[in-house]
């Protein structure tokens, strides 16, 4: 067997379409008025345009989801950019809608985020690194609120803000454990006056998530004069519209809240916009990208982050709840060596058969499939294809979710792009045209707070109970008493299990869950609930990705992946 291109190998083989040709398939015109190219391979488009598509018919939404997967992920991406591919292979018209890479895993361990083999979205390059901009300008935006918290204060402190009370941290968009929790404003009276502080990983911003929630730019500036900054010493909220910043911090994301439009190695429109963290925050890519291409296009396929439990649940419940979406189909990405890791495995021992650790694995992909089934949306699996799987493991996958009613079909999308998902793409245009979906949320929306992480943990992921101490339930309340009740919740947890402790693998039941704390995203509209050891800024590994990229002797990087 020859030597396997990298993911890096294969994107620079590409021949790729000038950025126009590729919209034009989309019947999107030719001219400035809708769109920006941001070179030859990368274009924006424009929110008049955007607007313009408004009475249109929209197409069909499907959702990909996963797992829970192994550190090195399932292929969730590179599945989506398969099967938006193989659509397009059976005559079918279909954008793929992706989340924008955080710099973070690029450098840390998980990689990037542009799938991967012969199922990738191109430039790679560029959209793992800078891409357009975007990135920085929800990190700059943030931080320009933290700054103007900080120089309010220093000025007189005319909103009697508490200095102890400031909930809101600064981020970069780096795995940075060292800046998790800082003392700001020291150097004496020059300086300000001193307090505790933090840095989040960009990506778990608030100002993220109000990017990707939001319906329009008038609804973007409303979200951000609506986030908390802090409380007075009386506990009453203070909101950014309260220091002026929304009309700035808008300007700056005025640009970079146009979609972003790529093409997949088939030279198929990608529409990548936005990116959460799934373990903690919501994990979906920006509403209005999802609005856009379903405007553009017959079929849409977008990814949730991480396994069903966050990533499924996080965008039926909270991104659908707010927008109305309904998706036609969820695709659940499984892989035979997840499969066997939750069988009891050591990540060492996956390239080698073992049945018996396959069968008692797949306990894991049936919860995941009866929780899909719950939202009452039409469910298939995708097995995504590795090297050393075998047609024994394989087959008794199908077998599996044959006896659950439930259609697998083997994808080999890495190494041979849309023609290795045909048969999911056919799969897929079956179920989406059900006329029995009957979509519906876990929980109502009058629940109250606490009746809602309940649902959440004992419904999905089979907990016995939820742990939370005095402090906690009153803050709850107090959230209810400010008119919070009906916001949705975003759980905070490891992604590799469906408890809060990573290692117990498999379907684990009867587990406590408790909540160790608690943050209101008022502009957002949802209430972060942190559980286990999740952090918000992620460290580095012990052995970075970072070690390995550099720029050969031409120019060219090397070690991205």
């Given at each position: 067997?020859?030597?396997?291109?990298?993911?890096?190998?294969?994107?620079?083989?590409?021949?790729?379409?000038?950025?126009?040709?590729?919209?034009?398939?989309?019947?999107?015109?030719?001219?400035?008025?809708?769109?920006?190219?941001?070179?030859?391979?990368?274009?924006?488009?424009?929110?008049?345009?955007?607007?313009?598509?408004?009475?249109?018919?929209?197409?069909?939404?499907?959702?990909?989801?996963?797992?829970?997967?192994?550190?090195?992920?399932?292929?969730?991406?590179?599945?989506?950019?398969?099967?938006?591919?193989?659509?397009?292979?059976?005559?079918?018209?279909?954008?793929?809608?992706?989340?924008?890479?955080?710099?973070?895993?690029?450098?840390?361990?998980?990689?990037?985020?542009?799938?991967?083999?012969?199922?990738?979205?191109?430039?790679?390059?560029?959209?793992?690194?800078h891409f357009t901009?975007?990135?920085?300008?929800?990190?700059?935006?943030?931080?320009?609120?933290?700054?103007?918290?900080?120089?309010h204060i220093y000025?007189?402190?005319?909103?009697?803000?508490?200095?102890?009370?400031?909930?809101?941290?600064?981020?970069?968009?780096?795995?940075?454990?060292?800046?998790?929790?800082?003392?700001?404003?020291?150097?004496?009276?020059?300086?300000?006056?001193?307090?505790?502080?933090?840095?989040?990983?960009?990506?778990?911003?608030?100002?993220?998530?109000?990017?990707?929630?939001?319906?329009?730019?008038?609804?973007?500036?409303?979200?951000?004069?609506?986030?908390?900054?802090?409380?007075?010493?009386?506990?009453?909220?203070?909101y950014a519209k309260?220091?002026?910043?929304?009309?700035?911090?808008?300007?700056?994301?005025?640009?970079?809240?146009?979609?972003?439009?790529?093409?997949?190695?088939?030279?198929?429109?990608?529409?990548?916009?936005?990116?959460?963290?799934?373990?903690?925050?919501?994990?979906?890519?920006?509403?209005?990208?999802?609005?856009?291409?379903?405007?553009?296009?017959?079929?849409?396929?977008?990814?949730?982050?991480?396994?069903?439990?966050?990533?499924?649940?996080?965008?039926?419940?909270?991104?659908?709840?707010?927008?109305?979406?309904?998706?036609?189909?969820?695709?659940?990405?499984?892989?035979?060596?997840?499969?066997?890791?939750?069988?009891?495995?050591?990540?060492?021992?996956?390239?080698?058969?073992?049945?018996?650790?396959?069968?008692?694995?797949?306990?894991?992909?049936?919860?995941?499939?009866?929780?899909?089934?719950?939202?009452?949306?039409?469910?298939?699996?995708?097995?995504?294809?590795?090297?050393?799987?075998?047609?024994?493991?394989?087959?008794?996958?199908?077998?599996?979710?044959?006896?659950?009613?439930?259609?697998?079909?083997?994808?080999?999308?890495?190494?041979?792009?849309?023609?290795?998902?045909?048969?999911?793409?056919?799969?897929?245009?079956?179920?989406?045209?059900?006329?029995?979906?009957?979509?519906?949320?876990?929980?109502?929306?009058?629940?109250?707070?606490?009746?809602?992480?309940?649902?959440?943990?004992?419904?999905?992921?089979?907990?016995?109970?939820?742990?939370?101490?005095?402090?906690?339930?009153?803050?709850?309340?107090?959230?209810?008493?400010?008119?919070?009740?009906?916001?949705?919740?975003?759980?905070?947890?490891?992604?590799?299990?469906?408890?809060?402790?990573?290692?117990?693998?498999?379907?684990?039941?009867?587990?406590?869950?408790?909540?160790?704390?608690?943050?209101?995203?008022?502009?957002?509209?949802?209430?972060?609930?942190?559980?286990?050891?999740?952090?918000?800024?992620?460290?580095?590994?012990?052995?970075?990705?970072?070690?390995?990229?550099?720029?050969?002797?031409?120019?060219?990087?090397?070690?991205?992946?």
């Open positions: 067997m020859g030597k396997f291109k990298s993911d890096i190998q294969i994107a620079r083989m590409a021949k790729m379409k000038p950025i126009k040709q590729v919209l034009s398939k989309l019947k999107v015109p030719d001219n400035s008025f809708a769109f920006s190219p941001q070179g030859r391979h990368i274009a924006k488009l424009n929110l008049e345009y955007i607007n313009t598509l408004n009475k249109k018919k929209d197409g069909k939404l499907i959702l990909v989801t996963a797992i829970n997967p192994t550190p090195a992920g399932e292929g969730k991406t590179t599945v989506s950019v398969g099967l938006s591919d193989g659509l397009n292979k059976i005559g079918k018209k279909s954008i793929v809608c992706l989340r924008e890479p955080s710099l973070g895993p690029s450098f840390g361990v998980k990689g990037g985020a542009a799938g991967g083999g012969y199922s990738q979205v191109v430039p790679m390059e560029q959209i793992n690194l901009g975007d990135f920085h300008a929800i990190t700059s935006a943030h931080n320009l609120l933290s700054a103007l918290i900080d120089n000025w007189g402190n005319k909103l009697n803000i508490d200095v102890r009370r400031v909930v809101w941290n600064r981020v970069m968009d780096m795995n940075d454990r060292s800046l998790r929790s800082i003392v700001v404003d020291l150097g004496g009276v020059a300086n300000g006056y001193p307090r505790q502080d933090g840095f989040d990983i960009t990506v778990a911003s608030e100002i993220m998530a109000i990017f990707c929630l939001s319906k329009n730019l008038k609804d973007l500036e409303n979200r951000i004069g609506n986030i908390t900054i802090g409380y007075t010493r009386d506990k009453k909220p203070i309260d220091l002026k910043a929304q009309g700035p911090m808008t300007v700056l994301l005025y640009r970079a809240f146009r979609p972003n439009v790529v093409q997949t190695l088939e030279n198929n429109p990608a529409i990548i916009h936005g990116g959460p963290f799934a373990n903690i925050a919501h994990g979906c890519n920006s509403l209005l990208a999802t609005k856009t291409a379903l405007k553009l296009s017959d079929y849409v396929v977008t990814e949730a982050g991480f396994g069903a439990d966050l990533g499924a649940e996080k965008f039926i419940n909270i991104k659908c709840r707010k927008s109305g979406l309904k998706p036609s189909c969820i695709v659940i990405v499984a892989t035979i060596r997840a499969l066997k890791m939750h069988g009891g495995l050591d990540k060492h021992q996956l390239k080698k058969e073992n049945m018996s650790a396959l069968i008692k694995g797949m306990i894991n992909l049936e919860r995941h499939i009866n929780n899909m089934k719950k939202f009452g949306v039409p469910v298939t699996v995708a097995i995504n294809k590795f090297v050393n799987d075998t047609r024994k493991e394989e087959n008794a996958v199908i077998d599996f979710c044959k006896s659950m009613g439930i259609k697998a079909n083997l994808c080999t999308h890495w190494s041979e792009g849309g023609k290795g998902t045909r048969e999911l793409a056919k799969t897929v245009v079956k179920l989406s045209s059900k006329k029995n979906n009957k979509f519906k949320y876990l929980y109502d929306s009058k629940l109250p707070l606490f009746k809602k992480i309940e649902k959440i943990a004992i419904e999905l992921y089979k907990a016995s109970e939820v742990v939370a101490d005095t402090k906690i339930r009153s803050q709850l309340k107090e959230f209810e008493t400010m008119g919070y009740k009906n916001l949705p919740i975003c759980i905070a947890k490891t992604q590799y299990s469906f408890s809060t402790d990573p290692n117990l693998k498999g379907a684990p039941k009867d587990h406590v869950m408790q909540i160790r704390g608690l943050r209101l995203s008022s502009g957002a509209e949802f209430i972060v609930v942190f559980c286990g050891s999740i952090n918000t800024m992620p460290g580095l590994p012990k052995v970075p990705a970072a070690e390995n990229i550099k720029l050969n002797s031409n120019n060219e990087i090397e070690g991205l992946f």
